[in-house]
């Protein structure tokens, strides 16, 4: 089973019941892929969450992430700061590169930087294509 860190507007498209991307969240429901989060990331899950849906939804899915057998925490201690365009956005490549994830699963376009570093190398895939190899 893969390692996957997933943007927060992933999470975001993927909860909706009536989402293309459901399946992403089903998938993580039945244990198809491992989630790999830091605290900072569940914090910005449930900022934002709360922000575009509601407090009772944000609160929902975060305990749902928090209690499923496959998710792993991660406390990373070393910092990319490789995204200088957002800042912000670095969490999910710290908590990549802390986890050993096998990709980035974004539509940020801040995380194209990765593909220019040699190291870490550090996959980042858009949710489409993910979608497609959760299909294979």
Known sequence: MER??????????SIAPKSNYRKIWEDFLNGKYYLCITNEIVEEYSEILAKHASSVVSDYI???????????FVDPHF??????????????????????ARFIVSEDHHFDV????????IEVIKIND??????K
């Open 62 to 72: 975060v305990n749902t992430i928090l209690t499923r057998d496959n998710v792993i």
């Open 130 to 135: 993910f979608l497609e190899y959760l299909s």
């Open 4 to 13: 996957i860190v997933l943007d927060t507007n992933v999470v975001l498209m």
């Open 114 to 121: 990765l593909k220019s570093i040699p190291f870490p190398k």
């Open 79 to 100: 910092r990319c700061k490789l995204i200088e365009a957002d800042p912000d956005d670095n969490k999910f490549v710290d908590c990549a590169f802390a986890s050993g």
